[in-house]
């Protein structure tokens, strides 16, 4: 089931006011930070459409570079074992071990996201001393 959001209802109604007659096509433009050429492609879109026209083509699709669930447990399980290295030193590892190639920042993020803290904090600017 699709759900429109409140900017997708917003969308809608702004292009059934335009497309009825009740609003002027530059107006409906102005009212959604659109240009008159992307308030015609809209138009069209909820004509073929209906109303999911207003939405994003990709809003149901999968991100094309998201690792699945066993690479996922695999890191996991993997910094289990090593909770002492950083994590440009954990994805070298993984590279070399699990033959798992994964960039540093989507590890820190996959990490982050996981609840696994950073090794160690960063210092914070200190100000007046050198």
């Given at each position: 089931m699709?759900?429109?959001t409140m900017k997708d209802e917003k969308r809608l109604i702004v292009t059934q006011k335009v497309m009825d007659g009740t609003m002027d096509?530059?107006?409906?433009?102005?009212?959604?930070?659109?240009?008159?050429?992307?308030m015609y492609r809209l138009m069209e879109q909820v004509r073929e459409r209906g109303?999911?026209?207003?939405?994003?083509?990709?809003r149901k699709n999968q991100h094309a570079r998201k690792?699945?669930?066993g690479v996922r447990d695999t890191v996991l399980r993997f910094v289990?074992?090593?909770?002492?290295?950083?994590d440009t030193h954990l994805s070298e590892l993984l590279k070399e071990?699990?033959?798992?190639?994964?960039?540093?920042?989507s590890l820190r993020r996959l990490l982050r996201?996981?609840?696994?803290?950073?090794?160690r904090k960063r210092r914070g600017i200190c100000f007046g001393r050198r």
């Open positions: 699709i759900v429109l096509i530059i107006e409906g433009a102005h009212v959604l930070s659109f240009s008159e050429r992307q109303p999911l026209g207003v939405m994003h083509g990709n690792y699945d669930a289990g074992e090593h909770k002492d290295i950083n071990r699990e033959k798992i190639s994964i960039g540093r920042e996201g996981a609840g696994i803290d950073a090794k």
